[in-house]
Each structure stands twice: as structure tokens, then as C-alpha cells.
């Protein structure tokens, strides 16, 4: 048990900082969408549809590092293996891009408010979950 909270930790704290990170960039995305671009509809479907894509690159780009390189997350000091950070990376890569996915193809069949009731509620879970999943799976594979 001890085990499988200090992964859910050190899994956890990594994933909120490039989500905030993630954050960030997407609000200055929109910033700069809303000052040079007409407003619509679609526009704005579009733009929201593409959130989380900056953290699914991030998640990738850390995923893909060259093993011997300096991790700016500070991977050597926690209890997984270079290994299971890039399973564990690769994974939140495709959880994000998969959440892109849902919100484009909902973005294109269902109506606004269904469309945005989804955007508010599935990502938190979505990323609760598979969190939950791969400390899981990655303290038992010790």
C-alpha cells in the first residue's frame, strides 16, 4: 500500500504540472486566437476541441527523452525505472490525445451544451482514473 501511494505521488504531482503547464499555454492560445480571428462558433468549438493537445505533446516529448539525458522532472529520484517514466508517459500521452479525439468527434455530433457538459466533466476523471490504473500496475510490476 505504502508502494502504491509513492507511485500515485510521483505520478501524480508530474501530470498536474504539465496540465498546469498545459493550462497556461492553451489560455494564451485562446488569447491570441480571440484578438486576431473572427469569433464563432466553430471557432470556438475548435479551439476547445484542442485543449489538451499541448499536454499530450508534452507528455510525448518526455516520454521520447534519450536515456543518459538531465530530466527536468527529476525522475532518478523517484520509485520508478527510466522504463516504466516512459510506459508511464507514453500512456498519459495517449490519454490526453485521446481526450482530444473525444472532444473533436462530440464537438462535430452533438449540440453545444451536451458538447460542453463533456468537456467540464470528462477530462478530471478520465485522468483520476488512469492515474489510479498505472500506479497500480506500475507498483506491482516492481
Same mark, same amino acid.
Given at each position: &500500500?505504502?508502494?502504491?501511494?509513492?507511485?500515485?505521488?510521483? =505520478? +501524480?504531482?508530474?501530470?498536474?504540472?504539465? *496540465?498546469?503547464?498545459?493550462?497556461?499555454?492553451?489560455?494564451?492560445? %485562446?488569447?491570441?486566437?480571440? #484578438? @486576431?480571428?473572427?469569433?464563432?462558433? !466553430?471557432?470556438?468549438?475548435?479551439?476547445?476541441?484542442?485543449? %489538451?493537445?499541448?499536454?499530450?505533446? &508534452?507528455?510525448?516529448? @518526455?516520454?521520447? /527523452?534519450?536515456?543518459?539525458?538531465? !530530466? &527536468?522532472?527529476?525522475?532518478?529520484? #523517484? $520509485?520508478?525505472? !527510466?522504463?516504466?517514466?516512459? /510506459?508511464? %508517459?507514453?500512456?498519459?500521452?495517449?490519454?490526453?490525445?485521446? =481526450?482530444? =479525439?473525444?472532444?473533436?468527434?462530440?464537438?462535430?455530433?452533438? !449540440?453545444?451544451?451536451?458538447?460542453?457538459?463533456? /468537456?467540464? *466533466? *470528462? $477530462?478530471? $476523471? @478520465?485522468? &483520476? +482514473?488512469?492515474?489510479?490504473?498505472?500506479? =497500480?500496475? /506500475?507498483?506491482? #510490476?516492481?
Amino acid at each position: &500500500m505504502i508502494r502504491f501511494v509513492h507511485v500515485f505521488w510521483s =505520478i +501524480l504531482w508530474r501530470s498536474i504540472l504539465v *496540465l498546469a503547464l498545459n493550462s497556461g499555454i492553451a489560455y494564451t492560445l %485562446y488569447t491570441v486566437d480571440h #484578438s @486576431l480571428f473572427e469569433v464563432t462558433a !466553430n471557432s470556438i468549438k475548435i479551439r476547445h476541441s484542442l485543449t %489538451y493537445l499541448p499536454a499530450a505533446v &508534452m507528455f510525448a516529448v @518526455l516520454a521520447m /527523452q534519450i536515456k543518459g539525458t538531465q !530530466n &527536468m522532472l527529476l525522475e532518478e529520484r #523517484s $520509485p520508478l525505472s !527510466n522504463r516504466q517514466w516512459r /510506459q508511464t %508517459y507514453f500512456g498519459l500521452s495517449a490519454c490526453a490525445f485521446g =481526450i482530444v =479525439i473525444i472532444f473533436c468527434i462530440s464537438a462535430v455530433i452533438l !449540440n453545444i451544451d451536451t458538447w460542453v457538459s463533456i /468537456q467540464k *466533466l *470528462l $477530462p478530471l $476523471p @478520465l485522468f &483520476m +482514473l488512469f492515474w489510479i490504473a498505472v500506479a =497500480i500496475w /506500475q507498483a506491482k #510490476s516492481r
